[in-house]
């Protein structure tokens, strides 16, 4: 086995290859062959999946410079060197089936990175570095430990798939509503229970997956003519523990998202003054501009909700920060009930006056 990992790596070498196999070959440490004198700077493409390899070596970037995809599913690796950093040629990069525990922040500094798998590890979060990867389309990170995920994840601005199935999820951040490209979105298995308001808003997202989520008990009103897979939601009891606001009709009892304080009534009238000013204050200005912040003595939870709402009325898409109104569909009730049988999830609309609420329709 040794003899034919030598003549593959001398042939790659003599003859200048760009793409290196060297799955299934029971390798413990990284080829030191690979690293001697200049390395390979020739080489883009390197295999190495089903190996045992429980690290990698610092000079990796300096000895293969101009790798564009690396593969290393289903090995040992615990940890990654930080100057995995400076392979910044890197276009996809597979680190599926290991035994990563955490991911450096210097992987940030891939920003020519466009696929990254994290599946089947240990991990329990994920750097807010994530964010500077400008260029990611593709992510997953399911099957590991993971209770959150960055909020600085929706500066990704060219993700089209985001996978985290099966892991420990409770909520997720709003901010991913503003994934400007995200089509495809799956959080099955986790322990959801609920969704950001603006979850579907965007035209781009037409996939969302979030089956098996127990707790899960709506869905906002945006994902009515989505392809949407909730099978398996809403079957578990109420979770006293969790303080959230609920909504009920009937014997229907939907907890909403935890950010919303405060629920309005088909009744009333007018608004309450704090929403009020934050509407003025958040149409007055351009809250992408960071030098705008520094005039205003908000509380810094305030400040970041005028910065990014809540969500947007379901009915007329005024922006909404400290109050919503909300109207209850049981899937049940609806046209699509015929097609998800094995769920009880409702449909929630979030409006943003009595007015909305009052002319909202689900399906129009």
């Not at 290859?17 to 690979?34: A, D, G, I, S, T």
């Not at 690293?35 to 990698?56: A, H, Y």
């Not at 958040?282 to 030098?291: E, G, L, R, S």
Request: contains cysteine; aromatic residues 6%.
């Amino acid at each position: 086995m040794a003899a034919e990992l030598h003549a593959a790596i001398f042939m790659a070498k003599q003859e200048r290859h760009k793409n290196l196999f060297l799955n299934y070959r029971n390798l413990n440490n990284f080829p030191v062959e690979l690293l001697r004198d200049e390395g390979m700077q020739f080489l883009e493409r390197l295999f190495m999946k089903r190996n045992s390899l429980t690290s990698l070596p610092e000079n990796l970037a300096q000895k293969l410079p101009n790798l564009i995809e690396l593969y290393l599913h289903s090995n040992n690796i615990a940890i990654l060197p930080q100057a995995i950093g400076n392979l910044v040629k890197l276009q996809s990069l597979d680190l599926s089936d290991n035994a990563l525990q955490i991911i450096c922040p210097e992987i940030g500094q891939l920003r020519s990175l466009r696929h990254l798998r994290l599946a089947n590890n240990q991990l329990k979060f994920l750097p807010q570095e994530l964010g500077d990867l400008r260029e990611l389309e593709t992510l997953d990170v399911s099957m590991n430990l993971l209770r959150t995920l960055p909020e600085r994840l929706h500066k990704c601005l060219s993700l089209q798939c985001l996978t985290a199935d099966r892991n420990m999820l409770q909520c997720l951040p709003r901010q991913l509503c503003l994934l400007p490209d995200l089509n495809e979105l799956s959080m099955a298995a986790n322990c959801l229970t609920s969704l950001p308001l603006d979850m579907g808003r965007s035209m781009e997202l037409q996939f969302v997956f979030v089956d098996n989520n127990t707790h899960l008990k709506a869905l906002p009103s945006y994902l009515y003519n989505k392809v949407i897979g909730c099978s398996g939601c809403g079957l578990a009891g109420q979770v006293s523990d969790v303080k959230q606001l609920c909504l009920t009709l009937g014997d229907v009892s939907v907890p909403l998202p935890s950010e919303v304080k405060a629920i309005g009534s088909e009744t009333d009238s007018v608004l309450p003054l704090e929403e009020l000013a934050c509407r003025v204050l958040h149409a007055a200005h351009n809250w992408t501009d960071v030098k705008f912040l520094t005039p205003f003595l908000l509380p810094k939870s305030l400040l970041e909700v005028v910065r990014c709402p809540l969500g947007h009325c379901h009915r007329c898409s005024q922006p909404m920060f400290t109050i919503v109104y909300t109207k209850l569909f049981p899937l049940r009730e609806t046209a699509l009930a015929g097609v998800h049988k094995r769920t009880t999830v409702s449909f929630v609309a979030y409006c943003c006056s009595s007015q909305c609420l009052r002319t909202f329709d689900l399906q129009g």
